[in-house]
């Protein structure tokens, strides 16, 4: 990479512009005045790499700060370069601004940024503007004609909704496409040369903790859901009540409808919390029968009770358990499968999307890979089921999984993430056949194993333990898929739902379940 260039002069200038403060409060649209704005983007990855290259095609003068100097960042500094951005790479840079803060009008941050990151405390004591790339997104949309956005979180299923959702937007007949957290950065997706014509949003808790606090300039989403609550990634946070209240952010500014998990009374005092556009409603969704203004389950067919005139005395059919099922199985249709399809349908009919539509838009959904997903079936494996669920990087979502399947031979550990595993072992004691443990957190999970399910055995797997030094994931999850078929019976299901992250031991929660694929398939080489 070619060495740093010279900051350019704006950089050292003493004297900040009188009207800065107002100027990054008026930047509402596209066409707002973003030339020359001076602005510093910390972090090089895909959304920090995306924001940059929107700003300096507005005009902006940007200044890019990362720790990381892998050959990643650094191939991306040099496109950055060229386009007329300052890059500085390498921890020196990350720690102060390179100039006093009155050199510049706004920072955005990459979502992992965390809050008390030296930079970034330092911004705000400074009275600089602190935005995150959602932010920066929503107020570089068109001043007229611009795509709505139907923005859902949640603890756990956010990307299956989110693709859902895009899925019955499309068989609607829109222009759509799902963004935010989920593949295409926002600002990426507002720069597609064929306009959308609404956006599936899905926004982690780090991107809504970066929203901005002035409320009337803010996002403003036609219809917003939180999915579930429960503890993650409380390392980040800090505490509970701080990741309820990044997640409760979604809800601000909602224009037409706050949907809620009936299940989850924290996510209906959200909503009750939140401040809306006068008018918007709450919309419940719930596995039993929908009272007024909730979408909900009657027998075998899913059904809305909120979007139709006659929500009184009447229910649209929407669709059937049957449509759930993926094709030629008889597999029982997952709980959180019927809720992620009620959520995602009460987001779209917020928008307006007829009843077949979200039947055509289920019929027409993939599941993402690594998602309850079985990779060898019973007939196959001398009675045993194989299933891969390593997308599930929580205890909500192992909870989700564990639920689906009796008994279970539970593949669990990795970064747990500051969370803690006793009601997920004491909710699935008496489903567990036996436990294989992996990961830098292991222990965490052994013992709450041992508090609540002290019959169920567990075998931790350590490569050094097995007498092999390598750190190879592939020899790794060879062991794993031993000891499990050990410890399996005919009739059991082994399940990789991890409750944890995947960062200590493998790139990420996908190459962590295509190892643990690699090695049923090396275990059974005929089947």
């Known amino acids: 990479m070619p060495e740093p260039r010279v900051f350019d002069s704006w950089l050292g200038n003493p004297n900040p512009r009188a009207d800065d403060t107002d100027r990054v409060r008026e930047l509402r649209h596209l066409t707002s005045r973003w030339s020359g704005l001076r602005t510093l983007v910390t972090g090089i990855g895909v959304s920090g790499f995306a924001a940059a290259d929107a700003l300096l095609e507005v005009g902006a003068e940007v200044v890019v700060v990362d720790a990381a100097t892998g050959e990643s960042q650094r191939e991306k500094a040099q496109l950055l370069e060229v386009l007329g951005a300052t890059v500085l790479l390498g921890p020196e840079h990350v720690g102060a601004p390179p100039h006093p803060w009155d050199g510049f009008d706004l920072v955005v941050t990459s979502p992992g940024w965390h809050p008390d990151a030296p930079l970034l405390v330092s911004a705000a004591l400074a009275g600089v503007p602190v935005w995150g790339d959602?932010?920066?997104?929503?107020?570089?949309?068109?001043?007229?004609?611009?795509?709505?956005?139907?923005?859902?979180?949640?603890?756990?299923?956010?990307?299956?909704?989110?693709?859902?959702?895009?899925?019955?937007?499309?068989?609607?007949?829109?222009?759509?496409?799902?963004?935010?957290?989920?593949?295409?950065?926002?600002?990426?997706?507002?720069?597609?040369?064929?306009?959308?014509?609404?956006?599936?949003?899905?926004?982690s808790?780090?991107?809504?903790?970066?929203?901005?606090?002035?409320?009337?300039?803010?996002?403003?989403?036609?219809?917003?859901?939180?999915?579930?609550?429960?503890?993650?990634?409380?390392?980040?946070?800090?505490?509970?009540?701080?990741?309820?209240?990044?997640?409760?952010?979604?809800?601000?500014?909602?224009?037409?409808?706050?949907?809620?998990?009936?299940?989850d009374p924290r996510t209906e005092d959200l909503v009750r919390e939140a401040d809306v556009v006068e008018g918007a409603r709450a919309i419940g969704f719930t596995r039993a029968a929908p009272g007024l203004s909730m979408l909900g389950l009657v027998e075998d067919v899913l059904c809305d009770r909120a979007f139709l005139e006659q929500r009184q005395s009447h229910a649209a059919e929407l669709c059937s358990l049957a449509d759930l099922r993926p094709e030629g199985t008889d597999d029982p249709v997952p709980p959180h499968t019927v809720e992620n399809v009620l959520a995602a349908a009460a987001l779209a009919r917020a928008h307006g999307v007829p009843q077949v539509a979200v039947r055509n838009g289920v019929l027409a959904f993939r599941p993402a890979p690594h998602r309850v997903a079985t990779v060898l079936d019973p007939a196959r494996t001398g009675g045993v089921r194989w299933v891969d669920d390593s997308k599930a990087t929580n205890a909500h979502a192992a909870n989700a999984s564990l639920a689906t399947f009796e008994p279970v031979v539970w593949i669990a550990g990795g970064d747990a993430k500051g969370a803690s595993f006793d009601d997920l072992v004491q909710a699935n004691a008496g489903r567990l056949r036996a436990a294989v443990l992996i990961g830098r957190d292991r222990a965490l999970v052994a013992d709450a194993l041992r508090r609540h399910a002290p019959q169920v055995p567990v075998v931790e797997v350590d490569l050094a333990q097995d007498g092999d030094v390598t750190t190879d994931t592939?020899?790794?999850?060879?062991?794993?898929?031993?000891?499990?078929?050990?410890?399996?019976?005919?009739?059991?299901?082994?399940?990789?739902?991890?409750?944890?992250?995947?960062?200590?031991?493998?790139?990420?929660?996908?190459?962590?379940?295509?190892?643990?694929?690699?090695?049923?398939?090396?275990?059974?080489?005929?089947?």
């Open 205 to 263: 808790s780090y991107q809504l903790h970066w929203l901005s606090t002035d409320v009337e300039a803010s996002v403003r989403p036609r219809a917003a859901a939180v999915l579930n609550l429960a503890p993650d990634h409380l390392d980040w946070h800090g505490s509970l009540e701080a990741y309820a209240l990044a997640k409760g952010r979604i809800y601000q500014g909602t224009e037409v409808a706050c949907v809620y998990n009936v299940a």
């Open 474 to 527: 592939a020899d790794l999850m060879d062991l794993v898929v031993a000891r499990a078929a050990d410890l399996a019976a005919p009739g059991d299901t082994v399940l990789l739902a991890p409750a944890c992250a995947s960062w200590d031991q493998f790139r990420s929660y996908g190459h962590r379940g295509e190892e643990f694929a690699a090695a049923v398939t090396r275990r059974f080489p005929g089947a």
């Open 134 to 203: 959602v932010e920066l997104a929503w107020r570089m949309r068109p001043e007229t004609g611009a795509a709505p956005w139907l923005t859902l979180t949640g603890t756990n299923g956010k990307t299956t909704v989110v693709e859902m959702l895009a899925s019955m937007l499309r068989a609607a007949g829109l222009r759509a496409t799902s963004a935010g957290n989920v593949g295409t950065p926002l600002v990426e997706a507002l720069r597609h040369p064929h306009a959308f014509e609404v956006l599936a949003v899905e926004l």
